[in-house]
């Protein structure tokens, strides 16, 4: 038998007539897959519309009643679909997160999955029906609504084809695949066929949009091979799947960017132990999370420690590390939202040396200042001024030679 689960996300079920589009797919797959299961976004912009009401009401509103608010975006695209595929003489049935047992932990707003019961779908597939979920939302315990994080319908569906043992999860969505840029930037950039759970993970970490990263992780943790492909024509995307099962090996497979990070610098800090523990300890009581951390040699016994966070924390930020800074003694926080995190991904870097030294020169050769540095066995990223951003991921585009 066998079973598919189908993403669609939110510019797939934009408006009516994409929606009625959804449907004839979902019926000209059911002809070749025994079982099928559709997880759906919200329409368009619901979600961020939703988020929008809500801040004119409060800076803070309270995170329950977020999820309560949230969570309706996905249960009229589920609905909609489902009088379509039953418009077309397709037996269909939409489920809540409640109704499927999609069980979170009380993290709300961000919450994760814990355990999938999906009995009901199961009973419901056997009876010839394409069982349609509402992506982005689940349930504690307790029976409070939760939603996933944004973008956490990916999540929905690998988590479900996992628990449903499928064959494949495919995310349609607006654009072809996974490209070795973002096309917007660099127009050469050419779809992958293939990459490998670990490549997709920098590269969903490093800023490429196309898949929330901890539906990659349910991913490779369950062996789920995925296919991220185009919800506007039948031709084969991106499959994301293990590194064993890669045929062609790339030394480098993308150049991503990410411009929402910002630098914050705390400036002459004392060097003497457990001042870096107390920054960082405090940053993670707030909750804020930490992407690069550089510390600077010691002068005169003080020291810089630079690091970058989401520019949305950036207030939280200024907020705590003003306070550590003071208490410790240090000179200042500078914080900078000017800056753009240009990553190189790519598995073969392992094994062949002078990778980052070519992206060092490569930028170097256009004038570009590098101002931090991190580095994964599969990963460098350099921090550079906003501006010289899309120029910076041009260049290492070309000098990679991705468009071959
Ligand atoms: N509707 C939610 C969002 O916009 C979830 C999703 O689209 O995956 O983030
Ligand atoms: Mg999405």
């Known amino acids: 038998m066998s079973l598919v689960v189908q993403k669609f996300g939110g510019t797939s079920v934009g408006d009516v007539d994409k929606i009625k589009n959804v449907a004839r797919r979902v019926v000209e797959s059911k002809k070749r897959i025994d079982h099928v ?7 368009g912009d619901t979600t961020d519309n939703l988020v929008g009401l809500a801040a004119q009401i409060s800076k803070t509103p309270p995170e329950r009643e977020m999820d309560m608010l949230l969570s309706t975006g996905e249960q009229v695209s589920m609905a ?3 009088m379509a595929l039953d418009e077309l003489g397709q037996d269909a049935i939409s489920m809540t997160g409640q109704q499927v047992e999609i069980l979170t932990d009380t993290g709300h707003t961000k919450a ?14 056997r009876k010839g029906r394409v069982v349609i979920v509402a992506g982005f939302q689940g349930v504690t315990s307790e029976g409070e609504i939760t939603t996933l994080g ?11 084809a996992a628990a449903l043992h499928a064959d494949c999860c495919e995310i349609y969505t607006d654009v072809d695949g996974v490209f070795t840029a973002d096309p917007r930037v660099v127009p050469q950039a050419r779809k992958l066929d293939e990459v490998s759970y670990m490549e997709m993970l920098e590269m969903a970490a490093t800023g490429a949009r196309v898949l929330q990263s901890r539906s990659v992780e349910y991913g490779r943790n369950y062996s789920v091979p995925l296919h991220v492909r185009s919800s506007f024509h039948e031709g084969e995307g991106t499959w994301v799947k293990s590194e064993d099962d890669i ?12 411009f929402s990070e910002s630098k914050v610098t705390v400036v002459g800090v004392p060097d003497r132990p457990g001042i870096a523990a107390r920054l960082f300890g405090a940053l993670a009581e707030a909750n804020v999370n930490v992407d690069m951390i550089i510390q600077n040699v010691s002068e005169r016994a003080r020291t810089d420690i630079s690091f970058t966070v989401a520019t949305d924390d950036l207030e939280k930020v200024r907020k705590v590390a003003g306070d550590i800074s003071e ?13 753009a995190k240009i990553s190189l991904i790519g598995a073969g870097m392992r094994s062949h040396p002078g990778i980052a030294a070519g992206m060092f020169q490569t930028l170097a050769d ?6 931090m540095i991190s ?11 906003r501006s010289d951003g899309a120029r910076a991921v041009q260049t290492l585009h070309d000098y990679f030679n991705l468009s071959e």
Do not use: F, W, Y
């Open 37 to 43: 299961v559709v997880v759906v976004s919200a329409l």
């Open 80 to 82: 909609l679909l489902a």
């Open 112 to 125: 994760k999955i814990r355990h999938i019961g999906a009995d009901r779908v199961v009973q419901e597939l």
């Open 150 to 160: 944004r973008g956490g319908s990916d999540t929905t569906a690998v988590a479900l």
């Open 247 to 258: 045929m062609e090996k790339a030394i480098i497979s993308a150049v991503t960017h990410d």
């Open 327 to 339: 208490a410790v003694g240090a000179e200042g926080v500078n914080l900078d939202d000017d800056v």
């Open 366 to 371: 256009k004038d570009i200042n590098i101002e």
């Open 375 to 385: 580095t994964s066995p599969i990963k460098i990223s350099c921090v550079v001024r």
